[in-house]
């Protein structure tokens, strides 16, 4: 299975906050990556499939951050992330990749982590495919 492209820093947009949370970026951030809480310093950092420590739950960026400002992390939510599900399907499953912060649409990381779905948001004629974001789901959510 295959990374998604990067989102663009403009196309970053929540639709429907249900659970978040702000903490200072341990290092540079870019909105609309998947990131994780480290534990040890209570920092937000890029979360990656590589390790069960680097695939701990967490959530996407809503907004770019330099190390040490405070980035908001959407954990429970739909988010609009541009472009990057248009060759998905609805009620695709998003998983972690092994590359830093990034999405796959499928277990491409070595650490399964399941991270939304793929789901419908109508504001014009046709939907866009937005990321409904499941950050506290066990596996048991995945299909």
């Known amino acids: 299975?295959?990374?998604?492209?990067?989102?663009?820093?403009?196309d970053v947009a929540v639709v429907e906050s249900?659970?978040?949370?702000?903490a200072p970026a341990e290092e540079a951030i870019v909105g609309g990556r998947y990131v994780r809480l480290n534990t040890t310093s209570g920092t937000v950092e890029y979360g990656k499939g590589t390790?069960?420590?680097?695939?701990?739950?967490?959530?996407i960026a809503i907004k770019s951050?330099?190390?040490g400002e405070a980035v908001t992390v959407l954990v429970l939510g739909t988010i609009d992330l541009g472009d990057i599900f248009s060759a998905a399907a609805?009620?695709?499953?998003?998983?972690?990749?092994d590359t830093d912060g990034r999405l796959a649409n499928g277990d491409d990381g070595t650490v399964m982590r399941y991270v939304g779905k793929v789901v419908p948001g109508w504001g014009a004629t046709t939907a866009d495919k937005l990321l409904f974001v499941n950050g506290v789901a066990g596996l048991e959510t995945a299909v």
Do not use: C, H, K, W
């Open 90 to 97: 609805y009620d695709s499953s998003v998983f972690l990749s």
């Open 51 to 59: 390790n069960a420590a680097e695939a701990r739950r967490g959530g």
């Open 18 to 22: 249900i659970i978040q949370y702000t």
């Open 1 to 10: 299975m295959a990374n998604f492209d990067a989102p663009t820093i403009g």
């Open 65 to 67: 951050a330099a190390a």
